[in-house]
């Protein structure tokens, strides 16, 4: 299974980096990037016979005629396997690291979730949470946290319409399935690949539908560069 799926994610990652990376048709790359990298982890589940297996094959193995060894003694004892195998070993890290993503995810989130309900805002089904720690602004579902950096009203405004976009783009249910397979997977270092360019085609596509409003494209940019 995991042969097959990392050969799928390494194909698509691929095609991506060398063919798709620098098209600026950011939806489509979106579409691309989830798309295959469910496809990857759902391949392996489907047995495909691509009947490759030519008559000169069959042949050959019709004619090969299993050998019969006998030994001296009748009966061979058996050997008792032994429970605490390489195998057993290997289910076990992979259980205890899945473990510590869990834990470490629902660290890192819950603390926001505490802070939703205590939003300073709202802007129709968006709140708007300003916290007194020194983080860059982000969206997390319907919500947008601000640390405590000034800005003015024309940064603060660019600022809120960026994240508006994750959230109006629905940007958290690509990072969701994104997280939830970097638990079960995250012992492949493709799949933090995925994760890596799924959030900076968000930014992309943030980005594009702030400008699309009407804000000044290079004052815009100036700002970023100062986060």
Not at 53 to 79: C, G, W, Y
Not at 88 to 104: P, S
């Amino acid at each position: 299974y995991l042969l097959k799926s990392s050969i799928a994610l390494l194909a698509f990652l691929s095609y991506y980096w060398f063919v798709l990376r620098r098209d600026t048709t950011f939806h489509t790359n979106r579409i691309y990037l989830i798309s295959t990298l469910i496809i990857s982890v759902l391949i392996p589940w489907f047995n495909i016979d691509w009947n490759v297996k030519s008559q000169a094959v069959r042949v050959v193995n019709d004619m090969i005629t299993p050998i019969h060894i006998t030994t001296a003694n009748s009966e061979l004892s058996s050997v008792e396997p032994t429970w605490w195998t390489l195998q057993h070993i290997l289910v076990l890290i992979y259980v205890m690291g899945t473990v510590i993503f869990i834990i470490n995810y629902f660290r890192q989130i819950a603390p926001w979730l505490k802070l939703i309900p205590k939003s300073d805002s709202r802007d129709n089904s968006i709140q708007i949470v300003k916290t007194n720690k020194s983080i860059p602004p982000f969206s997390f579902i319907n919500t947008i946290f601000l640390g405590n950096q000034e800005f003015n009203d024309s940064e603060l405004n660019k600022i809120i319409s960026h994240e508006k976009q994750h959230i109006l783009q629905y940007h958290w249910i690509d990072l969701l399935i994104v997280d939830v397979l970097s638990i079960v997977l995250w012992f492949n270092p493709l799949i933090w690949i995925y994760d890596l360019l799924i959030k900076q085609n968000h930014e992309y596509l943030a980005d594009n539908g702030v400008i699309a409003q009407g804000f000044n494209k290079s004052s815009y940019q100036a700002l970023l560069l100062q986060q």
